[in-house]
């Protein structure tokens, strides 16, 4: 198995006792920063590429979070992945299809 294979992680962090928006607002600069292909949803945010390098933007942004201000940040990652690697495009072009 290719190492280097397209997987995709999802990053939700959950700021807790101080911060919002702003905090997750951080998270996500962060992200964006890295260089990596990423998605923002409503309730997390879809990243692209080699799983080493994505766990470890995950990890930047969840610290991301203390630097914001939070108090205790409680961070979901989960890894979407295949034999072959896989993309976020592959996952929803049947619905970008319907919703255009």
Known sequence: MDSNRTVNVSV????????????????IEVIAESGVKYEVC?????????LDQLLD???????????AGAERVVTLIKI???VKGTTIEEKMVKYRKKQS
């Open 57 to 67: 933007v995950a990890k930047a942004a969840h610290l991301a979070c203390f630097e």
């Open 80 to 82: 979407g992945d295949a």
């Open 12 to 27: 939700q962090v959950l700021p807790i006792n101080k911060g919002g928006y702003e905090v997750v607002d951080k998270a």
């Open 42 to 50: 409503p309730m997390e945010t879809v990243m692209e590429g080699p």
